[in-house]
Nanobody, 124 residues
Framework: QVQLVESGGGLVQAGGSLRLSCAAS????????MGWFRQAPGKERQFVAA????????YYADSVKGRFTISRDNAKNTVYLQMNSLKPEDTAVYYC?????????????????WGQGTQVTVSS
């Protein structure tokens, strides 16, 4: 079992930055595909970014490409999402997810482990 805890959310003005963290316990993250998803009110959970276990391969939704960066520190068992140039449409609850995998998945249902989420609100 993997337990995930997100932190770093908050209220920021458009154009600002936030860094989300996802701390894992229970297993070593190095064996897991890690993903970030987000869910706005009334909408489905949406893929944001993912990183393969070695950290060399990252994947992004088109809507965040060039603005968000996913990274991982396997020694600290932590995954990060650096979010720059934030827009009001980035407002959502952001979730960290994990799957034992060596290939990427962009669909939420393929991830068995989830954190509780952290709220990100971007004001215009």
């Amino acid at each position: 079992q993997v337990q995930l805890v997100e932190s770093g959310g908050g209220l920021v003005q458009a154009g600002g930055s936030l860094r989300l963290s996802c701390a894992a316990s229970g297993r070593t993250l190095g064996d897991y595909l890690m993903g970030w998803f987000r869910q706005a009110p009334g909408k489905e959970r949406q893929f944001v970014a993912a990183i393969i276990r070695d950290g060399d391969n990252t994947y992004y939704a088109d809507s965040v490409k060039g603005r968000f960066t996913i990274s991982r520190d396997n020694a600290k068992n932590t995954v990060y999402l650096q979010m720059n140039s934030l827009k009001p449409e980035d407002t959502a609850v952001y979730y960290c997810a994990a799957r034992p995998s060596t290939i990427v998945f962009r669909t939420a249902s393929y991830y068995p482990y989830w954190g509780q989420g952290t709220q990100v609100t971007v004001s215009s």
